[in-house]
């Protein structure tokens, strides 16, 4: 497999509070963004916190999703990273930030596996 | 908990191939990684790869550390990400860049949680 792949971070602000703690919906549309983005999903972990937020991540063939969620403050940090050019993880990272009805997305784009670290397409979208 | 976090994200180049491979060392050095830097460890998996590599990732309660190891390439991508401020993400992505016998990594630092995305420091280290 080659190293090239594209990882995308995305701030998710102003979501739904109680979606941000709903472990089941949250790990349902991890595992519909990566299935529907193309991705074999390998391992599943999801982990609820107290007194709120959930932590997780999907492993995928072809790298991974991870979130942590702050139910308090309306935000989830979000990471989409899939190698290969046959995924596109802006579209699985949007369609988490749907889902959890975030109002606003910070997100960059940083190719991974080839040198030097850079940041391409920072976007700001809101409403999303 | 407060939003801020530090994700450092690293490029590890001409590791060591056999140890990229094994799954038991990737996995005792990331926990290592994590209890040493102050992290408490919540979720552990690790997946191997027909016909070589690694994929995994530790939730801990401050966030999350993951990898995918190319063997073929002597290639890692490791991302150690942690909230507050009592942990350094930074020493973590060291012990792991040394366990595997990196030879050169790249490296960058995210803020995350306060608004739109910018790298900081960015570094080259080689040999480590």
Known sequence: ????????IAELWDCDHDKLNDLQLIEETFAHAALNAGAEI?????????PQ???GAVIIAESHLTIHSFP?????????YTCGDSINPKDAALMIAKALDAK??????????????????PTTKSPL
């Open 1 to 8: 497999m080659e190293t090239l792949g594209y990882h995308i």
């Open 42 to 50: 390998r391992e599943v972990i999801f982990h609820p916190f107290d």
């Open 53 to 55: 937020g959930v932590s």
């Open 72 to 80: 308090e403050h309306g935000y989830a940090s979000v990471d989409v």
């Open 104 to 121: 606003t997305m910070h997100s960059v784009e940083i190719p991974r596996g080839l040198g030097e670290l850079k940041m391409k397409n």
